[in-house]
């Protein structure tokens, strides 16, 4: 059972495309993240919501928590947004995790 | 800025040996994760650490066990590595809702 389900696993997109990643989720929450890790790499946390809306550069993250749903979307991307985008979701004292979207954009 | 440190990036070891995979933050904080991270089945948890010396299994705690003597550094032991514990290993420390992840430790079990 995956509390947290995201969508697309894959994306491939052209350099400038915007790009939309969704999340749901089934269980209550207080607060929902959206993380990023470059091959190889570390996790990065890009958004911590609870409600709402946030915008940060050319991101911008969603929430609707009637829906248990969050979307993560990219404008203009390029090719260095390259990367698996997590998101996670804290529910009571745990987190729990999608499988991550791999993001490749293509000069 | 939190920094979560990882004693290795990149290790290999042999079947059946002990191996060590240890985490320090700095922030003062007392909850402490290790996951595994495997293609398509995203981060699982192995164990966590809520105080000193304590300690609560996660999903997948076989063939795992945890040391928590200070605050700050929390350890992985493999007791008997083998080739089915080869992955990427992240640890974190959490804040209320936020987690700081350190930058990994690739293990590949020979």
């Known amino acids: 059972k995956n509390e947290v389900e995201q969508s697309p696993q894959n994306l491939t997109a052209q350099e400038g495309e915007f790009i939309t990643i969704n999340c749901s989720y089934s269980?209550?929450?207080?607060?929902l993240h959206w993380l990023q890790q470059h091959p190889g790499g570390g996790i990065v946390s890009l958004f911590m919501l609870s409600s709402g809306k946030k915008k940060h550069g050319r991101l911008i993250a969603t929430i609707n928590i009637q829906e248990k749903h969050s979307s993560l979307h990219i404008t203009a991307s390029h090719p260095r947004d390259s990367a698996v985008y997590i998101c996670?979701?804290?529910?009571?004292?745990?987190?729990?995790f999608g499988t991550g979207t791999s993001l490749t954009v293509i000069p | 800025d939190v920094k979560v440190t990882q004693s290795s990036r990149y290790l290999v070891k042999r079947t059946g040996e002990k191996v060590f995979l240890e985490c320090v933050q700095d922030m003062d904080h007392e909850n402490m994760f290790w996951y595994r991270q495997d293609p398509g089945l995203g981060l699982r948890l192995i164990y966590f650490?809520?105080?000193?010396?304590?300690?609560e299994k996660g999903d997948i705690p076989e063939g795992y066990s945890v040391s928590r003597e200070k605050k700050e550094r929390f350890s992985l032991i493999l007791e008997s590595a083998s080739t089915n514990q080869t992955s990427m290993y992240l640890c974190?420390?959490?804040?209320?809702?936020?987690?700081?992840f350190g930058p990994g430790t690739r293990l590949t079990v020979l």
């Open positions: 974190a420390s959490s804040l209320f809702n936020e987690q700081f």
């Open positions: 269980v209550g929450i207080s607060a």
């Open positions: 650490s809520y105080d000193v010396k304590m300690k």
């Open positions: 996670a979701v804290v529910g009571g004292n745990q987190f729990y």
